[in-house]
């Protein structure tokens, strides 16, 4: 058994978990996939689907689901990088709208597979309301409708204040977007189920099994502590984790994000709070809360600050001052939950590219690829992406593998202490647009 559950409540409450064994020996295979979240295994199961018989091995460092995959908060949902006006305002008017029909494919994508397969990730599909806290947060989310309808983006709707509070009662809520493209699951759950896919399509799993060195000689030596993997092709699927190898050291840095769960609401709370459909709901923040109940009504709450690390440094998942802060912002949204008790607290790393916005490419001579950078809005599209990276390494020219954000050109990060710095500059201007927002001091834009 291992023991990984304090790294979340989606990995407590699945139980005791008994890991594949850890690579033993060498192996050759066609390709290696380095990185068991849904990224990685998305791409294991592509493969194998599009090429039976091909050899695929994915190698993960831990247990599957242990990055993100394992602990986000379960929306598959539509939004971008941070969110539509900032990709507009780095990437222009005609990449915002590529990027947003990705990310509605990406959301359906994941629907169509967790039905065809039947897996059993408690998952629903409630939409999603993006909800004004504040006059300024008014002007924001009516902006971002103004940037997507005048694409031609349908499907979002505005809501008044009282037609919000009839769906989701809180006293803060001055109206916000009501938008039906949106999923919710169990992330560990979904993890596992997609491992489960991936093994019955034909990939060979090793957990436990960090990879160490990656050397080049024609095919790919992949070393982990007791085994390596020859292997034709190598994908990076390796997110928040992927500067710790040099061949990715400067595409992205991480930074951690934070959630809190309550005990279980209960018919008192619901009569106040309403929240009949459940929809997944987040505010207007560049420095977002996101929140959602769970099958069983907890209420989960998670973003405001982000943790940032220095260096090499991955262990940013508990962050007091945050949680007391998760644990405030949840009476200041609902009242009636005033003492409701929390029961856990946990985070993890997001991917996050100097211009906010996802990438997708091949390192070298096209034999490697990598996908990363979905900052916080990565559940539906690690999935999607799995099946980009596949189209990638087989070699196929798709509508997916044609989009602006495969094989772009990224900012690279500098080197440290200039990386610390950049990454509070940029966390510090969120969090100032942010008090601008709040203090509703926001012009027109
Ligand atoms: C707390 C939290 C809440 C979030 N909420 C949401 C949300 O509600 N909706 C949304 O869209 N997105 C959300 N996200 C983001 C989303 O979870 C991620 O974008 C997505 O899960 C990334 O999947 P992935 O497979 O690319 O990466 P990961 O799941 O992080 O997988 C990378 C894997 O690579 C492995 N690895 C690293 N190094 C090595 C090595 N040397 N050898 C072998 N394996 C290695 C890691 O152990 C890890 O398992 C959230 C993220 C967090 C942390």
Redesign the pocket.
Known sequence: MSDHSQLSYWLENYGPYKPLPALEGDLEVDVAI???????LSTAFNLCQDQPGLEVVV????I??????????????TLFGLEPAVTKAIFGHQRTIEAHRYMERAVDYVDRLIKNHDLESDYWYPGFLRAATTTGYVKRIHHDLEILTSMGITGLEWLEAQEIRAEVNSPRFLGGWWEPRCGLLD?AKQARELKRIAQASGAQIFEN????EIERDGRFTLSTPRGKVQADKIAF?????SH??PQLKSKQVPA????VLTDPLDDQHFAEIGWKNRQGIEDARNLVH?FRLTIDNRLAM?GSDVSIAYGLDMDRDLNQRIFRDLERDITWLFPNLKGIKVTHR??????VPVDLAPAIGFIGDQRAVY??G?V???????HL?GRTLADLILERDTDLTEVWFVNRRMIPWPPEPLRLLLSHAIRGYLRIEDAIYERGLAVDQ
Request: net charge negative.
């Open positions: 380095i990185g068991a979240g849904y990224t990685g190698l993960e460092a831990e599957v689901g242990f990055g993100a995959s394992g602990r986000n908060g379960g929306f598959s949902m992330p099994s960090p990879v160490t699927a390796t997110n928040a984790y710790l190898f951690f994000t934070h959630m996101y998670g946990w985070g993890g790393p997001l991917s996908s990363l979905c916080g809005h990565g559940v539906s599209m690690a992406n």
